[in-house]
C-alpha cells in the first residue's frame, strides 16, 4: 500500500528558498547507489512519499538520496525522527552536512534550497497601535537517554542486533561472536566505539548512534557490491566484489575480472586441467608473476597451495587445489590502506569458492598468444640484474663479482634458492645459499699461470639467464697483470657480456685460474676484445679469509671441447638480485 505523507505532520513547508550556502546547512542522507540508474529509480520512488528529494553525484561515482536541506541539525534531526516513525525512510538513514555531495542528478534542473517553517501570519492592528515582535524559539531536540535508549533497543528483534554486532566487529570494536546477545562483549564495545566517536560511552547506543554505526558498514558494503557469480566456463562459483571488478576476458589458465571505475581491485580465477605437476607447476610460475609480489607467506602440499604477496602498492593472495582431474582456484589483488574492505572480500571469496563441472582449455581467444616475458598475458617478474657466479666447495658457496649482488634485496641461485652475501670485498662476494646444496661439480684450482697467447675459456650467463644454461665464451691470454700494472689482473684477448661477470676462467684441462671481472666503468673506452680477470693469487686469499678450502687441481689432461662445456656449465651458477 502506497503510504500518505503529510508536510505538516512533520511541522515543515514545503516551499523551496533559493540559497548559495548549501555545506552550512543538513541534509538527511536516505541511501546510495552505485549506479546513476539505480539512483534515479530509487530517487523517484521516495519522490512519490517525500518532498524535496534530491539526488546528488559522490565521489567514487557513487549517487546520494537526500532530503532537504534544513537551516539547523535540530531541524533535520527532528524530521529524520518523524520520518523514521512513520517507516518513510531506512532505519539507518542519518544526517549530513553535504560536504561530499557533488552536482544533482535529479530532479533535473532543480533549484536547492532550505527547508523553512512558515512564521505565524501578524494580525491586522490599527496603525496607531504598536506591533508586538513574534519571536519563535527553536526547540531542541536532545539526542536519547540511556533509558529511552535501551527502550529503544528492546524493540530490535535479533537480525537487527547481530546486525549491529556485525558493524562493531567490522569497525574493529567487536571480537566475539555474532549471537544477538548483547553481553559485557557487546556493552564494552558499544562504549568503545561511542568513545571513538566523540560521544558519551554509556555502552547502550541511541537510535541515531546505531544509524550512523550502520550506515558507514552499509556504506563499505554496497561499494563492495559482494555477489555470487557462477563462471561456467571455468567450472567455479565464487562470491566476487563486484563493485569493485568487471568481467575482463578468458586467458588460460585465468578468467580475468579486471579493476572497475579505479578500484586498482583484480581477480582472476584459475581453471586448467592437470594432476599434482600441473598443480606444482602452476605454484612456481605464479610466483615470478609481477601480480604476486616477493614478500609473504606461501604453502604448498601434495592437492593446494596459496600464496601471498605484499609490496607498498598492493596485497595478493592466491589459492589452488586439485579437483578432479583439475586445477581450480583464484587471485584476489587489493590495493594497500583499504584493509577492512579488502578482509571482508577475501573472507568472502575464501567462504564461498566452489569447483563446479567445465574447465578453460588450454587456448581461449588471445590465451593462445605466446610471449616470453608474458604468461596468460600476465608480465612476469624479471630480476633487477642477473648474472654469473661458480660453486667453490661441495655445500654450495658461489664466488661472483660484487657488482652484481650490490644493494639486492633478495638474491636467488638458479631455480629461486635464496642467497645471503657472507663477504663483499675487492670486486668480489661470497655467497652462501639458505640450505646446503650438493652441486654437480664444484671449482678445482690451477695456481699456474697459463703461457701467453694460450687459450682460456669462460662459462657464464652471457645472457642473464634468457637461454636457461651458461654459454662457453673462448679467448687467449694476452697479458699477467693489468693495463696499469695491476698483478692482481689479467688481461684477456675476448669480447664478454655484462652478464658474463663472475664466471670461471678456465684452461684448456677444466681447471679454474680467474674470476672474469666486471668491466670498470670509466670515461676510456677500450676495444671490444679486451676483458679482465681476477687472478689465482686474488681469488685464494679471498676465499681463505672467508673459510673456504679450495681444492687443487690433480694433474688434469686436456680436455675435448665437450668436455669442457660439461665443466662449465656444471661450475657456472645464475645469479640473480630481486629488488
Known sequence: ????????????????????????????????????????????????????V??????????????????????????????????????????????????????????????????????????????????????????ETPAEARRSERELDRPAREALQVAL????????????????????????????????????????????????????????????????????????????????????????YAAKDGSGVQVMLISQTGDAATLGGLYEIMQTLEIVPMNGPRGRNSDSFSLTGTNAEFTSHTEARLVNGAVKGWTLIWPTGDEKRHQIALNAMKASFTPTDGVLPDAYGNGAAQDIDLMAGLEIRRPEKAGTGFYVDAKGSVLTDASLVDSCEKITLDDGVEATVTMADGGMALLTPSASLAPMAYAKFDSALPRLQSEIAVAGYAYEGRLGAPTLNYGLMAEHEGLAGEQDVLRLAMTVLPGEAGGPLLNGAGSVIGMLAQADDTARTLPEDVAFAYDMEKIAEFLSANGIVMTATEGMSEMSDEELVSVGRDLAVLVNCWN
Do not use: C
Not at 15 to 28: N, R, Y
Not at 58 to 80: D, K, N, Q, S
Not at 211 to 239: F, H, K
Open 169 to 256: 566487529q567490522f569497525e574493529g570494536f567487536y571480537t566475539s561472536a555474532i549471537d544477538g546477545a548483547f553481553g559485557p562483549g557487546t556493552r564494552r564495545s558499544m562504549s568503545d566505539w561511542q568513545t571513538a566517536n566523540g560521544y558519551e560511552p554509556t555502552g547502550v547506543l541511541t537510535t541515531r548512534q546505531r544509524g550512523e554505526l550502520l550506515a558507514a558498514y552499509n556504506s563499505v558494503m554496497e561499494s563492495l557490491s559482494l555477489s555470487p557469480i557462477s563462471d561456467e566456463t571455468a567450472g567455479i562459483d565464487i562470491t566476487l566484489p563486484m563493485g569493485m571488478i568487471a568481467f575482463d576476458a578468458y586467458n588460460p589458465p585465468f578468467a580475468k
Open 1 to 52: 500500500m502506497k503510504r500518505s505523507f503529510h508536510v505538516a505532520t512533520l511541522g515543515l513547508s514545503a516551499s523551496l528558498l533559493l540559497s548559495t550556502a548549501l555545506h552550512a546547512e543538513q541534509w538527511i542522507q536516505i541511501e546510495a547507489q552505485p549506479s546513476l540508474t539505480a539512483a534515479t529509480e530509487a530517487a523517484r520512488r521516495y519522490a512519490t512519499e517525500l518532498p524535496n
Open 54 to 143: 534530491v539526488g546528488f553525484e559522490l565521489p567514487g561515482r557513487w549517487h546520494a538520496i537526500a532530503v532537504g536541506p534544513y537551516a539547523t541539525e535540530v531541524e533535520a534531526e527532528a524530521a529524520r525522527q518523524q520520518l523514521r516513525i512513520q517507516q518513510l525512510i531506512p532505519g539507518d538513514a542519518y544526517l549530513t552536512d553535504g560536504e561530499r555531495f557533488g552536482d544533482a542528478y535529479w530532479p533535473v534542473g532543480a533549484n536547492i534550497g532550505t527547508l523553512v517553517t512558515p512564521a505565524p501570519e501578524t494580525p491586522s492592528v490599527a496603525t496607531t497601535a504598536p506591533v508586538e515582535e513574534v519571536v519563535q524559539e527553536a526547540i531542541i531536540v536532545p539526542d
